[in-house]
Structures are given as structure tokens and as C-alpha cells.
């Protein structure tokens, strides 16, 4: 069964960290791009950070770049997102997603209707 489940999620203080894991199952990473995507209340999913599976290349949005990143270990057929320097308008559920359409192996466009398989999210309050 095709499956990813996400984990890692919490609360944590402004200025704090937390690792975020996305492990896949009945299917490999080294064939499909993954992205981390949010949601928050009354707010449309926002595309957060991808990898691709061809060369590693990253995807970033503004909001977030420089404070997170984005990594894969293919061992554990899992992607992590390292989340440092939290804000509170970080607060959102979490979700991560394999492409399934088009260049399912590249992260040039991010989103959310390229996407599928997706996990059943992960809460991430960032809140003193």
C-alpha cells in the first residue's frame, strides 16, 4: 500500500526547532520528488519545500528559506524537514507528498494538484 506518514510535529516556543519526518512506504524515494506543504485555519495549503529524486535539488518558498531545510535518507526511505528559528505564522498542519504528475522526479513547480499520496498531516504550533 502506498503510503507516507508524517511525524514529528508539536508545540514549541517562537525562536525554537523541531525535525519533521516523512516516511514512505510501498514505494521507493528514488523515483519521486517529494514536497512539505501546510495549511493553516482559513488559510489555502501553501507549497513549503520539495526535494527532487534526479539530483537532490531543493524548492524553498520565501517564507521559509534560510530557516528550513530540507533533507532525504534514502536508507530509511524517508524525507525530514528541519525547521529552526519558528514563527508563529509557522503554525499549520503539516503534510508531505510524492509528485505523481508530470516530472514526478523534479521539484520545478510546487503544487498541491501535482501531488498525491498524501500523509494525514502533522500539527506544528508555534505559540509563547
Known amino acids: 500500500q502506498l503510503q507516507l506518514v508524517e511525524s514529528g510535529g508539536g508545540l514549541v516556543q517562537p525562536g525554537g526547532s523541531l525535525r519533521l519526518s516523512c516516511a514512505a512506504s510501498g514505494f521507493t524515494l528514488d523515483y519521486y520528488a517529494i514536497g512539505w506543504f501546510r495549511q493553516a485555519p482559513g488559510k489555502e495549503r501553501e507549497g513549503v519545500s520539495c526535494?527532487?529524486?534526479?539530483?537532490?535539488?531543493?524548492y524553498y518558498a520565501a517564507s521559509v528559506k534560510g530557516r528550513f531545510t530540507i533533507s532525504k535518507d534514502n536508507a530509511k526511505n524517508t524525507v525530514y524537514l528541519q525547521m529552526n528559528s519558528l514563527k508563529p505564522e509557522d503554525t499549520a498542519v503539516y503534510y508531505c507528498a510524492r509528485r505523481v504528475v508530470g516530472r514526478r522526479n523534479s521539484c520545478t513547480v510546487v503544487a498541491g494538484s501535482l501531488f498525491g499520496s498524501w500523509g494525514q498531516g502533522t500539527q506544528v504550533t508555534v505559540s509563547s
Open positions: 526535494i527532487s529524486s534526479s539530483d537532490g535539488t531543493t
